[in-house]
């Protein structure tokens, strides 16, 4: 049941109509017509009227929409039927056939060719190119056969006058790989005349209006259609066809399928023969026929690749073999005028017959092994010629009015017969519906002596002139009581039927009145043995094969060939049998119907002609099919996919039902829904009687589709939001175990490198730190400098107890100067008391070392810190030799000369800073709380200029240090006045000491350096800090 449409397009589907009604059923097909909607269900047959113009619904997105869908699943459409053909056709391997009926002008061709566009859209997903080239020569073969074979009509501008059955091959992929295309008797009489109104094929009219000046001039040709008597009936009509266009189509499409240059321009030399037989004209001369415009004789010749004189003698002698004589029998002029015509007629055929042999040749399916790619399977599309009736119907129309009775008769077999067959299969209580079956008609045509094809057959075998009226006249003796025919003999009132030219049969879709002029001709369908040998006699070699029966000498007996009517009828029924041996799909008994109807006879998109229609849908039992199809029972399917569908109604069923079949579990749902009495249950399937019961029934199921949807859409974000978390759960492990791998290789690689460190020498200094994670980078600081006080410690636990002074002072000295000065006299021992060290003053240590003993005794000091020679500049820049004495306790200025006599003394805790320079010399002034600053310059007599302002630094910051329990304070680290004045130029203190004359501020007695402390006061000097303050002590 189709669904997705709203109602106020009509019914989807027609099972669903509330009564079955003629009028209800034309109303909705009207409804749905104006609305567009040009496809309707009768459950798996589709009804298409011809919209008359283009519909955008054959598109790349409605494709998509139906492939791989379930017929129910989309509105209806072609496409659902082609989809589910194909699916039936694939699921089980096993051949189908979709066949599309209806009457001239109903839309069957095109039907045919959008089933294969859409079976080409939907199939070869890999592209293979030999797929694709298959696909390509499939469509392509359609307008080259709607060329040849399809004419202007009265009913339709594109009327196929010949029948085809297409099989389409698949691969085990369900790709097709190839095809083989029936064709099912041409319609040749319009090669010689047509009906006012009508056209001649589109072949003719495509060369005239499309081939090129100079191909035309090859041909003998001009471009005037009305300069030929065999199209010149329709020269004039206008049509949608675009001639000229759809000849360079059809030019393409032949090369592109494969012909030969030389096959297409034989085909062009034949039409262009067949036009010029057309203006041959006999005249008599006497008794003797004669070939009035010879010089047409010579083109055909020309075209035909033969002698003109064999062409003239085929036009107008009969070679006869009487005996062993063989004589040469002139032509009347109605003789030689009929073999012209049929010479016409015989080569177009044989011309329509080759081009479908050379497109099956090249389609074909070729090297396919089975055992290598498994089973090869057909879909075959059937679009024969539609019932019709013309004002004069004669021998063709008989023949194509009989092939649709066949083909009714199979509908019916199938839809009728064997849809009421399955519910007695199935043991559901059944009333027969009556239904008119045509098979009396069918009867009335072919059955065997008594059938028309008979009794044409024989009069066709009569020896002695047997003519049309002798024909009818046997069906009036022989047929004279049946139902389904009459004649004006028969029933002379019948004003309708003329006195031996006219009978009627009564046909499934009308009743049709047959002229039998021609009966007898068509049915022979004679063509002088001559022709046959003037084609196999050509030099061409495409002509010549076309005629291989031409290479029988005259003397040859032949077999009387079938008649027309004969081969027709075997055709056929060989046809209803090979389409009946493609329908058994998983117990279904049907082809996929299309069933095509006509709204009107104009041609109009607007036009919705309800008799027309009324008539249609009467003839092709349309409501007999709804009916059989819901006589009782509007629905039914398989328990497995009514539960497929309609499980989440009942709890039962929802998700999975544990009862012991699909049976009992579609029945404890059809209870619980309350439709037990609406219902009955087949062997193997449920029926459903009324339509209300299915709405309900789609109505619960779209109600609970809206909560297993946000049931769906709740797990489904559910599981994504565990998903998301999942995964980021995992990156976060992940992440935390790398990280601790990083941290453990880091603490491994530390550990390995740093093994054994304590019996280095160096106790690891040299060892290389790994670098580490982002994260270890302060552990690895705090590691660093663990290591570092380790190293330190290990080093100073060697250095002897009586050095760890000297090695304090010489740690603070770098601390505090460290980068400021570039000898700071850390490689050497730091003697501290050089007044009292003897190298250093030999003479004079002797006079030092009593007055630093009184001072002792006097002030009580318990070390020295440091003692050193100075010198300083006083205010006459006088160089004055001094030295300082530096305890714990005091700071002492002395005068060398004097015995060391004391000339200042400072207490230490009276200093506050120190200052001193960046240079080389060893100037260094001493802070004092009350302002009055020592500045001196350090001297040392040996070694000379040795640098002891470190030392200095270092002892003094050491003592402060230790007494002030580390609490000294730097206000300021540096405690440095650079300068680079000429004192850093020369060489050494000493020299700048004593040179020093242009420095003012060196040598300053204290008090004074605030003063000299005046920008520009230390000329040429950059004073970065002030000395006062800079470093302080407290
Ligand atoms: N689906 C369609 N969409 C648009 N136009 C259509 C459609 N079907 C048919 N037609 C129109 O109707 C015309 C006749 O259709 P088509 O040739 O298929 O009829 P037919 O049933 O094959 O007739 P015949 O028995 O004479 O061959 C087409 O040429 C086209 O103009
Ligand atoms: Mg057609």
Request: charged residues 25%; aromatic residues 10%; contains cysteine.
């Given at each position: ?639 497995e996919k009514f539960l497929h569908r309609y499980k989440m109604i009942s709890e039962f069923t929802w998700p999975n039902h544990d009862l012991p079949s699909d049976k009992e579990a579609v029945k404890k749902l059809i209870e619980r829904c309350g439709f037990q009495d609406d219902v009955a249950y087949g062997k193997t399937k449920i029926f459903i009687r009324t339509p209300r019961t299915l709405f309900t029934l789609e109505e619960l199921r779209a109600q609970m589709l809206i909560r297993i949807v946000l049931f769906l859409q709740k797990v489904w974000r559910g599981t994504l939001a565990r998903m998301r978390y999942k995964r980021t759960k995992a990156a976060l492990t992940i992440i935390r175990y790398y990280r601790r791998y990083k941290v453990k290789s880091y603490i491994h690689e530390v550990a390995r490198r740093f093994h054994g460190v304590k019996t280095m020498r160096d106790y690891g200094k040299h060892v290389k730190w790994p670098s580490p994670p982002k994260v270890l980078r302060r552990f690895e600081e705090a590691l660093q400098t663990i290591f570092n006080r380790w190293r330190a410690s290990q080093l100073i636990k060697s250095i002897p107890a009586s050095d760890l002074p000297q090695v304090r002072a010489k740690v603070a000295a770098m601390e505090m100067l460290k980068g400021q000065r570039a000898d700071l006299g850390l490689q050497r021992a730091w003697e501290g008391n050089y007044l009292a060290s003897k190298p250093d003053t030999p003479q004079t240590s002797g006079t030092f070392v009593p007055v630093a003993n009184e001072l002792k005794r006097k002030d009580k000091y318990m070390n020295v810190l440091f003692s050193c020679h100075v010198r300083k500049v006083n205010r006459f820049s006088k160089v004055e030799d001094r030295a300082i004495f530096v305890t714990d306790r005091h700071l002492y200025k002395m005068d060398p000369t004097k015995q060391y006599k004391v000339m200042k003394t400072i207490p230490l805790y009276n200093l506050t800073g120190l200052s001193v320079s960046n240079g080389k010399d060893q100037l260094v002034v001493f802070h004092t709380k009350d302002n009055k600053d020592l500045i001196v310059c350090l001297f040392s ?94």
């Amino acid at each position: 049941m189709a669904e997705q449409e709203s109602l106020e397009f009509g019914k989807a589907d027609f099972v669903l109509m509330d009564t079955v009604s003629m009028p209800e059923f034309m109303a909705n097909l009207r409804l749905r017509f104006e609305k567009g909607r040009i496809y309707t269900f009768i459950g798996e047959v589709v009804v298409s009227v011809n919209p008359y113009k283009l519909l955008n619904i054959y598109g790349r997105d409605t494709i998509e929409q139906y492939k791989g869908r379930e017929l129910y699943e989309r509105p209806p459409h072609l496409f659902a039927i082609a989809d589910a053909a194909y699916k039936a056709m694939k699921r089980r391997s096993k051949d189908t056939c979709i066949v599309i009926s209806g009457e001239s002008g109903a839309g069957k061709t095109e039907a045919s060719k959008y089933i294969m566009q859409y079976i080409a859209a939907i199939t070869n997903p890999s592209q293979r190119a030999e797929v694709e080239r298959v696909k390509n020569m499939l469509l392509k073969s359609n307008c080259v056969l709607e060329a040849f074979g399809n004419a202007k009509t009265n009913r339709n501008d594109n009327s196929s006058r010949f029948g085809k059955y297409m099989d389409i091959n698949f691969d085990f992929k369900g790709d097709p790989i190839g095809g083989h295309i029936n064709n099912y008797l041409l319609e040749k009489s319009r090669v010689i005349v047509q009906q006012p109104g009508e056209r001649s094929f589109h072949s003719f009219y495509q060369l005239l209006q499309g081939g090129s000046e100079q191909m035309l001039r090859s041909l003998h040709l001009q471009k005037s259609l009305s300069s030929y008597n065999y199209i010149h009936v329709g020269a004039q009509l206008k049509s949608s066809i675009n001639d000229a266009a759809e000849f360079r189509v059809v030019a393409d499409a032949m090369k592109v399928i494969g012909f030969k240059p030389e096959e297409i321009q034989t085909v062009y030399k034949i039409l262009a023969t067949i036009l010029h037989l057309g203006n041959l004209k006999f005249v008599v001369d006497g008794d003797t026929p004669l070939i009035e415009n010879g010089k047409v004789v010579s083109t055909i010749a020309e075209l035909l690749s033969t002698k003109t004189d064999m062409v003239e003698k085929a036009l107008l002698y009969r070679t006869v073999a009487t005996g062993r004589d063989i004589i040469d029998k002139q032509h009347t002029e109605q003789e030689a005028s009929y073999g012209r015509d049929a010479f016409a007629k015989a080569i177009y055929e044989r011309l329509f017959c080759w081009i479908v042999t050379r497109i099956n040749d090249i389609i074909e399916v070729k090297n396919y092994d089975t055992t290598i790619h498994g089973k090869n399977t057909v879909i075959g599309v059937l679009d024969i010629y539609g019932f019709e009736i013309f004002d004069n119907n004669s021998f063709e129309q008989f023949c194509i009015n009989y092939c649709n009775e066949k083909l009714q008769q199979l509908f019916i077999q199938l839809v009728l017969k064997q849809e009421q067959e399955e519910y007695q299969r199935e043991g559901i209580p059944w009333k027969h519906i009556d239904y008119f079956n045509n098979q009396i008609i069918v009867d009335l045509v072919e059955q065997q002596h008594k059938g028309i094809i008979a009794i044409l057959d024989d009069a066709c075998m009569n020896v002695g002139k047997v003519t049309d009226e002798m024909f009818l006249e046997a069906l009036n003796s022989k047929l004279g009581k049946h139902a389904h025919f009459s004649s004006r003999k028969l029933c002379a009132s019948d004003k309708i039927l003329e006195f031996d030219r006219d009978f009627r049969i009564r046909h499934y879709a009308g009743d049709v009145v047959y002229s039998v002029i021609g009966f007898i001709d068509k049915n022979k369908d004679t063509l002088f043995q001559d022709f046959k040998r003037l084609m196999y006699n050509s030099s061409n070699p495409v002509l010549k094969n076309m005629w291989p029966e031409g290479k029988l000498s005259i003397t040859e007996v032949t077999k009387r060939p079938l008649t027309a009517a004969t081969l027709f009828k075997n055709s056929m029924i060989a046809l209803v049998d090979n389409l009946a041996s493609k329908i058994d799909y998983c117990g279904r008994k049907e082809p996929y119907y299309v069933r095509c109807i006509k709204p009107n006879d104009k041609k109009s998109p607007q036009i919705f002609d309800d008799e027309r229609c009324r008539h249609q849908v009467e003839y092709l039992g349309l409501l007999e099919n709804v009916r059989v199809r819901r006589a009782g029972f509007a629905f039914r399917q398989t328990y497995e996919k009514f539960l497929h569908r309609y499980k989440m109604i009942s709890e039962f069923t929802w998700p999975n039902h544990d009862l012991p079949s699909d049976k009992e579990a579609v029945k404890k749902l059809i209870e619980r829904c309350g439709f037990q009495d609406d219902v009955a249950y087949g062997k193997t399937k449920i029926f459903i009687r009324t339509p209300r019961t299915l709405f309900t029934l789609e109505e619960l199921r779209a109600q609970m589709l809206i909560r297993i949807v946000l049931f769906l859409q709740k797990v489904w974000r559910g599981t994504l939001a565990r998903m998301r978390y999942k995964r980021t759960k995992a990156a976060l492990t992940i992440i935390r175990y790398y990280r601790r791998y990083k941290v453990k290789s880091y603490i491994h690689e530390v550990a390995r490198r740093f093994h054994g460190v304590k019996t280095m020498r160096d106790y690891g200094k040299h060892v290389k730190w790994p670098s580490p994670p982002k994260v270890l980078r302060r552990f690895e600081e705090a590691l660093q400098t663990i290591f570092n006080r380790w190293r330190a410690s290990q080093l100073i636990k060697s250095i002897p107890a009586s050095d760890l002074p000297q090695v304090r002072a010489k740690v603070a000295a770098m601390e505090m100067l460290k980068g400021q000065r570039a000898d700071l006299g850390l490689q050497r021992a730091w003697e501290g008391n050089y007044l009292a060290s003897k190298p250093d003053t030999p003479q004079t240590s002797g006079t030092f070392v009593p007055v630093a003993n009184e001072l002792k005794r006097k002030d009580k000091y318990m070390n020295v810190l440091f003692s050193c020679h100075v010198r300083k500049v006083n205010r006459f820049s006088k160089v004055e030799d001094r030295a300082i004495f530096v305890t714990d306790r005091h700071l002492y200025k002395m005068d060398p000369t004097k015995q060391y006599k004391v000339m200042k003394t400072i207490p230490l805790y009276n200093l506050t800073g120190l200052s001193v320079s960046n240079g080389k010399d060893q100037l260094v002034v001493f802070h004092t709380k009350d302002n009055k600053d020592l500045i001196v310059c350090l001297f040392s007599k040996q070694p000379t200029h040795e640098s002891r302002i470190g030392e200095l630094v270092g002892v003094l910051v050491n003592h402060f240090k230790r007494v002030t329990s580390n609490r000294v304070r730097a206000k300021k680290k540096v405690c440095v006045i650079q300068w680079k004045s000429k004192y850093e130029s020369q060489e050494g203190a000493e020299s700048s000491a004593h040179g020093g004359t242009e420095n003012s501020g060196v040598g300053l007695e204290p008090g004074e350096l605030g003063r000299s402390r005046r920008p520009g006061s230390w000329r040429g000097q950059r004073i970065t800090e002030t000395p006062r303050g800079a470093w302080s002590f407290s």
